[in-house]
């Protein structure tokens, strides 16, 4: 059974770095048969994909158009998570924060469990 | 404004057939696969179809999804109580090169 854990804080000032880990268990960060996305939902923007990583022989990152200047995803293989990286927020960056697992079937068939992310000073 | 459409809102009596529609276009679901969740309030989506009308392992046969085209359907029958809660359909999208979603429909069971 392949489990995401979200770690992080929940309070980013303005103009500062979002941080979230997203541990995995049941599965690897390296496995060639998913990816690792990043998806964050508020109640403007709906649900919002925002990345994702993947490893085909070498490492992949993909972007939404929305962040891509401002958006890191990485992955950990010495500690099997991956994390994400949001620079120079703003108040509109405040969302609930999903790690995802895009399977072999091709769908997001494991979600973490959400980390509400608050910007404001 | 959500890439795919859904009606916001839905809903039906116990025990009968209910179903939510959602419009993209040829770049997400006409070219690709088709994912429907479920959402209650302050959890995450939970997977409920997948690759247009595949059922996760627990999921009750009541929920079935289809596609045509650039639209895709969500049909749940027998409706029961417990399936009040807010649905999502989700393609990848070729132009975009990322997943969209759907604006949500929030069922309600009266």
């Known amino acids: 059974q392949v489990q995401l854990q979200q770690s992080g804080p929940g309070l980013v000032k303005p103009s500062q770095t979002l941080s979230l880990t997203c541990a995995i268990s049941?599965?690897?960060?390296?496995?060639?048969?998913?990816?690792w996305n990043w998806i964050r939902q508020s109640p403007s923007r709906g649900l919002e994909w925002l990345g994702r990583?993947?490893?085909?022989?070498?490492?992949?990152?993909h972007y939404a158009i929305s962040v891509k200047s401002r958006i890191t995803i990485n992955p950990d293989t010495s500690k099997n998570q991956f994390s994400l990286q949001l620079n120079s927020v703003t108040p509109e960056d405040t969302a609930m924060y999903y790690c995802a697992r895009t399977g072999q079937a091709g769908s997001n068939d494991y979600w973490g469990q959400g980390t509400l992310v608050t910007v404001s000073s | 404004q959500s890439v795919l459409t859904q009606p916001p809102s839905a809903s039906g009596t116990p025990g009968q057939r209910v179903t939510i529609s959602c419009s993209g276009s040829s770049s997400n679901i006409k070219s690709n696969i088709v994912d429907w969740y479920h959402q209650l309030p302050g959890t995450a989506p939970k997977l409920l179809i997948y690759?247009?009308?595949q059922r996760p392992s627990g999921v009750p046969d009541r929920f079935s999804g289809s596609k045509s085209g650039t639209s895709a359907s969500l049909a749940i029958s027998g409706l029961q109580s417990e399936d009040e809660a807010d649905y999502y359909c989700?393609?990848?999208?070729?132009?975009?090169?990322?997943?969209?979603f759907g604006g949500g429909t929030k069922l309600t069971v009266l």
């Open positions: 049941g599965d690897s960060v390296s496995s060639n048969n998913a990816a």
């Open positions: 990583t993947y490893y085909r022989s070498k490492w992949n990152s």
């Open positions: 989700a393609a990848w999208d070729d132009s975009l090169n990322g997943w969209v």
């Open positions: 690759s247009n009308n």
